[in-house]
């Protein structure tokens, strides 16, 4: 069974860092790209960030980049998200979520979704 | 790429057929697809490139459309499907989703 679990989230002040983990498992891992998708509360989803198998291509929202890095681990089978300079804004769920590869060559279809981990900035 | 989804509110009976709409700002081919949530759960994939109904999704889901205008519809609403719906495409970064769709018992 494919398996996500996100971890990491907390309460952070504002300007301050937090590193979320996506652990994967029930599939290889190293063939398929991953995502990022968060979720404020109440309110839709927004893309975040997506990295291909091997790292070579890493893709941002606008609204994160410069501030967040996204990585992976093959070896561990994890994703990664470094959150730098954290703003009110960024408080949300963040799910990660599998690469389904429906063309090849062509990112962007998520499934399966993590349950999601909820980071909160506030002061 | 902006997509808008309408209406913002369904309300429908079980049994009932539902259209759900999303519309995009510029051409994202067939390049779309739709995910249903539901209160306190992960986002799960139903539809891909417009007409393709993911592993395990009930043929009641259909998916049509292509280039700016796209349509989700449920042909008899079961008790589960009463959730929120979103349509999301890839055609081109950044990835965008649309506002989303309620679906509620009326």
């Known amino acids: 069974e494919v398996q996500l679990v996100e971890s990491g989230g907390g309460l952070v002040k504002p300007g301050g860092s937090l590193r979320l983990s996506c652990a994967a498992s029930g599939f290889p891992f190293s063939s398929y790209s991953m995502n990022w998708v968060r979720q404020a509360p109440g309110k839709g989803l927004e893309w975040v960030s997506s990295i291909t198998s091997s790292s070579t291509y890493i893709y941002y929202a606008d609204s994160v980049r410069g501030r967040f890095t996204i990585s992976r681990d093959n070896a561990k089978k994890s994703l990664y998200l470094q959150m730098n300079s954290l703003r009110g804004e960024d408080t949300a769920v963040y799910f990660c979520?599998?690469?389904?590869?429906?063309?090849?060559?062509?990112?962007?279809?998520?499934?399966?979704w993590g349950q999601g981990t909820l980071v909160t900035v506030s002061s | 790429i902006v997509l808008t989804q309408s209406p913002a509110t369904l309300s429908l009976s079980p049994g009932e057929r539902a259209t759900l709409s999303c519309r995009a700002s510029q051409s994202v081919s067939s390049y779309l697809a739709w995910y249903q949530q539901k209160p306190g759960q992960a986002p799960r994939l139903l539809i891909y490139d417009a007409s393709n109904r993911a592993t395990g999704i009930p043929a009641r889901f259909s998916g049509s459309g292509s280039g700016t205008e796209f349509i989700l519809t449920i042909s008899s609403l079961e008790p589960e499907d009463f959730a929120v719906y979103y349509c999301?495409?890839?055609?081109?970064?950044?990835?965008?989703f649309g506002g989303g769709t309620k679906v509620e018992i009326k």
């Open positions: 979520a599998r690469d389904f590869p429906a063309t090849p060559s062509r990112m962007g279809v998520f499934d399966p």
């Open positions: 999301q495409q890839r055609s081109n970064w950044p990835l965008t």
